[in-house]
C-alpha cells in the first residue's frame, strides 16, 4: 500500500518548529509493517494545499494529514478538503456536543470559533481524539483514504495509534494482529548489537519475526515485530527469540517496551526502600531532573547539587578539602558521592564529575566522566573518556550516570566497558 503524509503549517514549511510529527508517524507505519512513500509538508495557503491534496489522491492508496484542525482563521484542513472532496462542510453536533463538556469539565467557557472544529465535509468519518478538541476525520479524495489529525503531538500519537493504524491495516489486506516488542539499551553500538543478533529471527516460523533497530544517542532501541493469528499465537512465535535477545545483550538492556531508564531507576529505589542524592557537574542537573519529573519521585529523591566544578561542589557539600582543579578522578568522585548521602541523608549518594577536554595534539575534543554511587556498604564506581563535542559527552554521562545506578541496584557490574568509550584516561 502506497502512503503519503502531508504535513501542514507555515511553521512547519518554515522550520520555526522541527518537524518531530513526521518522524512520530513514520517510525509507528515502520514498525507495523507499513511504509511511507512520499512527504509533502505544504504552509498555511489554500491553493497550496488544495493541489496537495489533489496529487496526493491521484499517486496514493492512504494520506494521513497533520495539522490544520485547530480553531483559528490560518486552519484549513477541514475547508480544504470538502473542496478537494467536491462536498460542502456540515456541522457535526456529536462532536460539538462532545466539545462543550471537555469544557464545562475543565471549568472554561467555549470561544465561539471553536464551532469551526466540529466542521466536517459531508459524509466523513469522524476520527475520535481521546485528549483534545480537534476531531480526526477520514474522506475519501481521489483515490486514496485520506485521514486528517490534529498537529498538536500529545493529541496526534493516541489517534494515530489507536485509531488511524487499525484502519491503514485493514486496508492494507495485512495481518492486524501484530506486536511490537522493544528494548532499550546503552553503551552498544548500532553494528556491534546487528552483529550479536545475527540469526536469532531465524528461531521463529519463517518471516514471522522481523528485526529491526532504532538508534537514538545515548541509547539505542532494538524491536522485534511479530505478526500472528491472535495473542497467543503471537507470544508464542515471539517467546525464543524474545529469550535469545535477553541472552545475548544481557546487562545492556536497561528497560523494555514504554519503560525508561529513570523510571525504571525510580522502581529500583523504591523496590529497595533506598533515597538518592545527586551531585554533577557539567550536566546541568539533567541526571536529578530527569528522576524528579516522575510520578512518586519525590518519596525517593533527596537532593541535586549542581556546580561547575569539582570545587564547587566541595564547597557546596561542606566537603572538609578542596579538590585540585583538572581532570576529575575516581577518588574524587567517591569523595563527593560519599558527601553528597552524608549531607543529604540519603541512603544512596551519586556523583557525575565531566571535564571536557582536547587531546594531546589539540584535534579531537573529548570528555573525562568520573561517577560513583555510594551507600551504606561502600562505593562502586567508574571513569571514562568519552571523545566527542560537548553534547555527546554530557548526553553519555546523564545516560552512563543512571545506568550505573540501574546497574548497582540489580547487581550487575557498574564498570562494565561500553562500545562509546574511546581511550583510557
Known sequence: MRIEVICTGDEVLTGKI???????????????????????????DREDLLQAFRSAGERADAVIVNGGLGPTVDDLSQEVAAQAAG???????????????????????????????????????LIDNRVGTACGFGVTIGKARFYFTPGVPRELRPMLEHEILPRLLQRSGG???????????????????????????????????????????????????????????????????????????????????????EGVVLSQLTEWR?????????????????????????????????????????????????????????????????????????????????????DADDREEGGTIALAIAAGNGVAGRCSYLAGGRDWVRLGAIEMALDSVRRLLQGLPVDEKIDFEKIAR
Do not use: C
Open 18 to 44: 522541527v518537524n518531530t510529527n513526521f518522524t512520530y508517524i513514520t517510525q509507528k507505519l515502520e514498525d507495523h509493517g507499513l511504509s511511507v512513500k512520499w512527504e509533502t509538508t505544504v504552509g498555511d
Open 87 to 125: 462536498v460542502e462542510l456540515e456541522l457535526h453536533e456529536g462532536w460539538l456536543a462532545r466539545m462543550k463538556e471537555m469544557f464545562v469539565r475543565r471549568g472554561r467557557e467555549m470561544s465561539p470559533n471553536n464551532v469551526k472544529q466540529a466542521m466536517l465535509p459531508v459524509g466523513a468519518e
Open 175 to 261: 495481518q492486524a494482529v501484530i506486536h511490537l516488542k522493544r528494548f532499550h539499551s546503552f553503551g552498544l553500538g548500532e553494528s556491534h548489537v546487528d552483529a550479536l543478533l545475527d540469526g536469532v529471527a531465524a528461531l521463529a516460523p519463517e518471516g514471522s519475526v522481523k528485526l529491526g533497530f532504532r538508534a537514538h544517542y545515548p541509547q539505542l532501541e532494538t524491536k522485534l515485530t511479530v505478526r500472528g493469528q491472535d495473542q497467543a499465537d503471537m507470544a508464542a512465535k515471539l517467546a525464543p527469540v524474545e529469550h535469545e535477545v535477553r541472552r545475548r545483550i544481557g546487562n545492556f538492556i536497561l528497560a523494555e517496551d514504554d519503560e525508561t531508564l
Open 274 to 358: 533506598a533515597t538518592l542524592a545527586v551531585a554533577e557537574t557539567l550536566t546541568g542537573g539533567q541526571v536529578a531532573a530527569r528522576l524528579a519529573a516522575l510520578p512518586g519521585a519525590e518519596r525517593v529523591f533527596r537532593r541535586g547539587t549542581v556546580a561547575s566544578s569539582g570545587a564547587e561542589l566541595a564547597a557546596a557539600l561542606s566537603m572538609p578539602e578542596t579538590p585540585p582543579d583538572g581532570t576529575p578522578t575516581a577518588a574524587l568522585a567517591a569523595s563527593v558521592a560519599q558527601a553528597a548521602r552524608r549531607q543529604s541523608g540519603a541512603s544512596h549518594g551519586l556523583s557525575v564529575l565531566v571535564d571536557m577536554q582536547a
